[in-house]
């Protein structure tokens, strides 16, 4: 390089912060500033252009700074100009350091325009006192900008407002909201497709490699065909595929059913990208916040078989009929399907994978595959009746005005725990005369009265919940409830498929001697719903006589 001609790049910044600003900020009009000042001078020549748009000041790990930072290392320039110093960074410290130390050590000249200051020319003052306040001042700056931002993100989070830069795949921003979202029908028929193939059993790599031998876009290559300018740190192939764990990510997000969460991560200060994990009761969740692709059962059935060891085997493509629904009764491990072949004829049965793996640990818990398959359909049929009952009962509710107070007052479980809080209302009043007449302690006195409030405190608590739940159902409050119109929905009882198995059962633990226990998908609401159609059919038969 010649003596006294400086090598010069020209430095542009635009964080997202500023985006919102007046237009002299823009990385041109920067440019044209810098291009103004060359007029005045005549030893340095611009030789490159290094900029860096949408990148906060705080942060030197930028793409552009540290193109130049290398350029300086293989001695292509010299000199770096800005338009001023918070244009360089808003962080004081690291701006000082490359000021004060290590463009000096470099023989880098400095120049900011807009605050005065040539490294070539400044003084002691200039370099170690102004210089250092004007960047603790824009480090302020950003500091008080970033809490402003935190709490504006906040502020529109906590009334439903989406704040996210890019909105889940097979949703988009509304065009006439953007704080808003809606369904993308392009994509939500892929979201659907993933949610239908992984309840019938479909692996998740399996999903993945059928979306790519179909063609169909990963969702961050569709975000840029459809206009979004998306980056992703999963990314790392300039054209994306499918893959299993892209189909997780889907399956396990909520927001496919309508639930909006969002400030589940936050930043640990406005200098650090780094995010910070926040427990879930800091999350802000809004239910029912907008149309879901799926239903609310869909998403649970798929988060139950997500949950559970449902491994393909080899050679499979889908799962088999009872996959991740078998449990041993006893010791609760995983049923594992076995085969054997004799005469030419194949029998499929389970056993229990603790067993299986050491014979000390558990016992066998055998059942054929075809004995199970009756011993379910024998339940299905009960439970077909069961629906029945359950639906007389909820078309009368809705076409009869019916004493609240009186059924509740009639409902079974209700009496029965009414009669035990008479019992103990009865043996707490009889501790008196006991105590006068010797018959306990008043040690014993004290304990049994202690004893008998707090039963009676329980039981009374029990009651006021069960009314309110009763109130609730004959209210036609619960019977809208989503589990209803799964239930009273009576099952087609041909042959037994997967389809129906996760419709209605959430798993089957097996015992010794093929006995099972089926444990119905919402199984607390059916009981209480088929004890209460009993009790609306009492209150028919009287209504009638």
């Given amino acids: 390089m010649q003596k006294n001609i400086w090598i010069a790049a020209k430095y542009l910044r635009l964080s997202i912060e500023d985006g919102d600003k007046a237009e002299?900020?823009?990385?041109?009009?920067?440019?044209?500033?810098?291009?103004?000042?060359?007029?005045?001078?005549?030893?340095?020549?611009?030789?490159?252009?290094?900029?860096?748009?949408?990148?906060?000041?705080?942060?030197?790990?930028?793409?552009?700074?540290?193109?130049?930072?290398?350029?300086?290392?293989?001695?292509?320039?010299?000199?770096?100009?800005?338009?001023?110093l918070s244009r360089f960074g808003r962080e004081h410290i690291d701006v000082d350091r490359y000021i004060q130390k290590?463009?000096?050590?470099?023989?880098?000249?400095?120049?900011?325009?807009?605050?005065?200051?040539?490294?070539?020319?400044?003084?002691?003052?200039?370099?170690?006192?102004?210089?250092?306040?004007?960047?603790?001042?824009?480090?302020t700056y950003c500091r008080q900008n970033s809490q402003k931002v935190r709490s504006h993100l906040s502020a529109k989070r906590n009334i439903g407002e989406y704040v996210g830069n890019y909105v889940s795949y097979g949703y988009k921003k509304c065009d006439t909201d953007k704080s808003q979202i809606e369904i993308d029908p392009v994509a939500a028929k892929h979201v659907r497709d993933i949610f239908t193939w992984k309840m019938e059993g479909m692996s998740n790599q399996l999903i993945a490699d059928k979306l790519n031998e179909l063609g169909v876009l990963a969702p961050a290559d569709y975000k840029r065909a459809t206009g979004v300018n998306f980056k992703s740190s999963f990314q790392t192939h300039?054209?994306?595929?499918?893959?299993?764990?892209?189909?997780?990510?889907?399956?396990?997000?909520?927001?496919?059913?309508?639930?909006?969460?969002?400030?589940?991560?936050?930043?640990?200060?406005?200098?650090?990208?780094?995010?910070?994990?926040?427990?879930?009761?800091?999350?802000?969740?809004?239910?029912?916040?907008?149309?879901?692709?799926?239903?609310?059962?869909?998403?649970?059935?798929?988060?139950?078989?997500?949950?559970?060891?449902?491994?393909?085997?080899?050679?499979?493509?889908?799962?088999?009929?009872?996959?991740?629904?078998?449990?041993?009764?006893?010791?609760?491990?995983?049923?594992?399907?076995?085969?054997?072949?004799?005469?030419?004829?194949?029998?499929?049965?389970?056993?229990?994978?603790?067993?299986?793996?050491?014979?000390?640990?558990?016992?066998?818990?055998?059942?054929?595959?075809?004995?199970?398959?009756?011993?379910?359909?024998?339940?299905?049929?009960?439970?077909?009746?069961?629906?029945?009952?359950?639906?007389?009962?909820?078309?009368?509710?809705?076409?009869?005005?019916?004493?609240?107070?009186?059924?509740?007052?009639?409902?079974?479980?209700?009496?029965?725990?009414?009669?035990?809080?008479?019992?103990?209302?009865?043996?707490?009043?009889?501790?008196?005369?006991?105590?006068?007449?010797?018959?306990?302690?008043?040690?014993?006195?004290?304990?049994?009265?202690?004893?008998y409030q707090t039963e009676i405190k329980s039981l009374e608590s029990n009651i006021e919940k069960q009314e309110e739940y009763m109130e609730d159902l004959l209210e036609n409050k619960l019977l809208c409830e989503e589990w209803v119109n799964t239930f009273l929905e009576k099952p087609s009882l041909g042959d037994l498929d997967r389809d129906m198995l996760l419709q209605y059962v959430e798993k089957i633990n097996v015992f010794e001697g093929k006995k099972i226990e089926i444990v119905y998908r919402f199984q607390d609401e059916l009981v209480t719903a088929a004890r209460l159609a009993e009790q609306i059919g009492k209150t028919k038969q009287e209504v009638a006589v």
């Fill in 24 to 84: 002299s900020e823009s990385i041109v009009n920067q440019s044209i500033l810098i291009d103004n000042y060359m007029k005045s001078t005549s030893d340095i020549t611009i030789v490159e252009t290094f900029k860096d748009d949408g990148f906060s000041g705080t942060d030197f790990n930028r793409p552009g700074f540290q193109a130049m930072l290398k350029a300086i290392e293989n001695k292509e320039i010299n000199c770096i100009i800005v338009k001023d």
């Fill in 102 to 139: 290590v463009f000096p050590q470099l023989g880098v000249r400095f120049i900011a325009i807009n605050d005065n200051y040539d490294s070539e020319t400044a003084n002691i003052t200039d370099t170690h006192l102004v210089l250092p306040v004007k960047s603790f001042v824009n480090d």
């Fill in 238 to 451: 300039l054209t994306s595929r499918w893959s299993a764990v892209a189909i997780i990510r889907i399956l396990k997000n909520p927001i496919y059913y309508g639930v909006l969460q969002q400030g589940k991560s936050q930043r640990i200060n406005y200098k650090v990208k780094v995010q910070r994990a926040l427990p879930k009761e800091e999350w802000v969740i809004f239910e029912n916040h907008h149309e879901g692709i799926v239903t609310k059962e869909e998403y649970e059935t798929v988060q139950m078989l997500l949950a559970k060891d449902t491994r393909i085997a080899p050679g499979e493509n889908r799962l088999y009929l009872f996959g991740g629904l078998l449990s041993c009764g006893d010791c609760g491990s995983n049923l594992i399907r076995r085969t054997n072949s004799y005469k030419g004829e194949k029998t499929v049965f389970y056993i229990c994978s603790s067993y299986n793996k050491k014979k000390d640990q558990c016992s066998r818990h055998s059942i054929r595959e075809d004995v199970l398959i009756q011993l379910v359909m024998d339940s299905l049929k009960m439970y077909s009746k069961m629906t029945d009952a359950i639906r007389s009962a909820v078309e009368y509710l809705k076409e009869n005005s019916l004493d609240t107070q009186t059924l509740i007052q009639h409902d079974d479980l209700i009496l029965e725990l009414r009669n035990k809080v008479n019992k103990y209302y009865k043996l707490l009043h009889s501790l008196s005369g006991n105590l006068a007449s010797g018959v306990i302690s008043k040690d014993d006195y004290t304990l049994l009265r202690e004893r």
